[in-house]
């Protein structure tokens, strides 16, 4: 493309400029340039392609698809370095969100575990005050002369006693 301006800035050079040469040569430096700005746009949008793919894979993640990876450019080293690196980041991100989950799992189930204990101490502790009330009013019910309310007090008492052990 610079040796295409080059030759032509010495063809024009080179030449007498005359009136009727000078549309021409005008038309074909302005000709030259347009080429030239072409040629430039086709030749970074190539280079540019994997940059791009990894870009748009970027977006991709960030819009939450985290299983997307990056192609791997065989054209371009660093490029294709890069994403293989974004990769690896991407696959250790998910290996650590694996083992926050595992973590929280097990979290939640040591403070069932807590709270299962700390009830299962609760009531137990209220059975036990239960049934040393029920034993004194047992006790009670038997200093009483045996009469049949009495007796029906012991009979169900005795029944929730051994109920509740």
């Not at 990894?54 to 991709?60: D, F």
């Not at 065989?74 to 690896?88: C, H, P, V, Y």
């Amino acid at each position: 493309m610079l040796i295409g301006e080059a030759l032509a800035g010495l063809w024009i050079t080179s030449h007498f400029i005359e009136a009727h040469h000078y549309l021409i040569d005008t038309s074909f430096i302005v000709l030259a340039i347009l080429l030239g700005l072409v040629i430039n746009v086709l030749l970074l949008r190539a280079s540019f392609r994997p940059l791009f793919s990894l870009l748009s894979t970027i977006r991709a993640v960030s819009a939450g698809k985290t299983d997307e990876r990056a192609r791997i450019s065989q054209s371009d080293a660093e490029i294709g370095e890069l994403a293989q690196a974004f990769n690896r980041m991407l696959d250790r991100l998910r290996t650590t969100q694996r083992e926050q989950g595992i973590l929280i799992l097990q979290a939640q189930e040591e403070e069932r575990r807590r709270l299962a204990l700390e009830l299962h101490d609760e009531s137990s502790q209220n059975l036990t005050a239960l049934l040393i009330h029920i034993e004194i009013l047992s006790q009670s019910l038997q200093a009483l002369p045996d009469t049949t309310m009495a007796s029906d007090a012991r009979k169900q008492l005795e029944g929730e006693l051994q109920y509740l052990a």
